[in-house]
């Protein structure tokens, strides 16, 4: 069944949609810009996803780093998977060098 992130926004409460996956757990097909699409539309609402801390300055410095790797780790994931989606040669085990494995 193909599904929109609208339609998925207006499903009624309890109601579960099965995506998709790889051995590695990632989405894949449709479900992988429907789960995208989603969490931008819940990210981007801060009534559906409210942010507590009101500053960084006064966030934990252990949690605003811990944030922080996390941030680095998915930005070094999907650099090295945009590479490979756009080359299979050479350009795609440079950004794995660069960021490695």
């Not at 949609?17 to 989603?38: D, Y």
């Not at 539309?41 to 966030?59: V, Y």
Request: glycine share 6%.
């Amino acid at each position: 069944m193909e599904l929109t992130v609208k339609e998925a926004l207006t499903l009624p409460p309890g109601r579960k949609i099965v995506l998709q996956h790889n051995r590695e757990l990632q989405q894949v097909r449709q479900a992988a810009g429907l789960l995208s699409g989603f969490l931008g539309t819940l990210g981007a609402d801060f009534q559906q996803l409210p942010i507590c801390e009101t500053s960084w300055k006064t966030m934990n410095k252990a949690f605003k780093e811990h944030v922080f790797d996390q941030v680095k780790e998915k930005c070094r994931k999907n650099a090295i998977n945009r590479s490979k989606q756009l080359s299979n040669d050479r350009e795609g085990l440079l950004v794995e060098e660069r960021y490695g494995p």
